[in-house]
């Protein structure tokens, strides 16, 4: 057994309408000048004018400055950008309200803005970041990265085509507003997409090394309720005619308000357990195509499991017995490839293959790119793995 601590370094107010109030309770916060980070699409806009509205009912006086985050990988050009704005404007607070990208540039620029290093110095460098970092509201506005918990920025560099990360524990946000009524307007393939990356963060973190009793029981709460909840959220999106806030069926409420919460719990999990080899392996598949990191997740699952299976055959049939498959069914890891491509593939209409998002490199190219300590993952030691599997993924 795994010896573990439990902290919780975020106040998390959680909730559907949560944020004004939310808000109010934080006016110590938000009194003086904020950046504000949000994203580019027409939903975003909606986000971050409604944001205005509420901080300037809890406080006329505060001063805004918005930086829309022009990328779905942000990049270190965006993250010195925004940085150069908030320290001309002498920001002393960051807010976020977007998705895991636009969290993940904001705590970013908590750093780059009161450090005299370049943000560059910390990416994939392991350095350790300054003390002084300013504090982080976050928003978030899809279910997914559970960024607004985590202790990591994910972010590119197009010009290397790394993509890689910050790391430390100044990255909490202070604040975490979850309101599952901001995800209602997510159309159906960001919604799966996303959905996807929180059944990723679970079961890598339930077949992780690291994982202990607590990290388990969140990883085990969060895959059974992507695997009841994110289909039959496929089924309520399409069923009914464009997207609309006043119109949603109190059970797709329930399955926003459901995926809201399990990816919240996997940004509890992602410090504690650390991630498997998926996440690892969809950096490069990402800087290289410019595709979602759910995308690039869903597309080199099942050949992962299939391998997974090999070396952790009693905890995979314990994930699918949570997704709700009978694991006496899954009897070689070949099943479990087939079985994990079915529930993409079939259930959530995802099952893309890499060369789907457009891969177009060798398995040994991709292989070469990818980052950090993959020590996590029981199947790390088998050698070539990274090219197995990113072969194995690549689809006809
Ligand atoms: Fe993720």
């Known amino acids: 057994m795994t010896n573990f601590q ?18 109010k309770e934080e006016r110590e916060l938000i009194n003086g000048r904020i950046i504000l980070v949000s994203g580019c699409s027409h939903a975003s806009e909606v986000n971050a004018q409604k944001m205005h509205t ?17 990328h779905s990988n942000p990049r270190l050009a965006d993250v010195r950008e925004a940085a150069r704005l908030a320290k001309e404007a002498n920001v002393n607070t960051v807010i976020a309200i977007g998705g895991g990208s ?31 970092t300013l504090p982080i509201i976050a928003v978030p506005t899809t279910s997914g990265t559970g960024s607004e ?27 975490a507003m979850v309101d599952p009524e901001l995800t209602y307007t997510v159309p159906l393939k960001t919604s799966m997409e996303t959905g996807f990356d929180v059944l990723a963060h679970a079961t890598e973190s339930f077949l992780s090394r690291k994982a202990d009793l607590y990290s388990e029981m969140l990883s085990a709460r969060a895959v059974s309720i992507v695997g009841e909840y994110l289909p039959k959220l496929k089924c309520f999106i399409e069923n009914r005619n464009g997207i609309t806030n006043c119109d949603i069926d109190p059970a797709e409420r329930e399955a ?15 410090y504690r357990t650390g991630n498997c080899l998926p996440h690892r392996m969809q950096y490069p598949v ?8 759910g995308a690039g997740l869903a597309a080199l699952f099942p050949a992962w499991i299939g391998r997974e299976f090999e070396v952790n055959e009693d905890k995979v049939k314990e994930v699918f017995s949570l997704l709700g498959y009978r694991p006496d069914h899954i009897t070689s890891g070949r099943e479990a490839k087939k079985t994990f491509r079915d529930f993409t593939d079939n259930k959530l209409g995802i099952g893309y293959t890499l060369k789907d998002l457009g891969v177009d490199r060798s ?24 090219i197995k599997l990113y072969e194995e993924s690549m689809g006809e």
């Open 6 to 23: 439990i902290e919780l370094p975020t106040k998390v107010y959680f909730g559907n309408s949560c944020v004004f109030d939310a808000l």
């Open 54 to 70: 509420w901080i300037n009912e809890v406080d006329p006086s505060a001063m805004i400055t918005d930086y829309r985050n022009p």
């Open 102 to 132: 636009v969290m993940d540039l904001a705590k970013a620029v908590a750093v780059a803005a009161v450090s005299r290093e370049d943000i560059g110095e910390f990416f994939g460098t392991g350095k350790k970041l300054p003390e002084n």
């Open 149 to 175: 918990l985590s202790r990591a920025a994910i972010l590119s560099d197009p010009d290397r085509g790394v993509k890689d990360g910050i790391r430390g524990d100044c990255l909490a946000p202070q604040v």
């Open 256 to 270: 926003r308000e459901k995926m809201s919460f399990a990816s919240m719990l996997m940004g509890i999990n992602l």
């Open 286 to 293: 990402g800087a290289l195509t410019d595709t979602s990191h």
């Open 363 to 386: 398995a040994a190219d991709l292989a070469q790119k990818v980052r950090g300590n993959l020590n996590s993952d029981v199947l790390s030691e088998t050698p070539d793995i990274l």
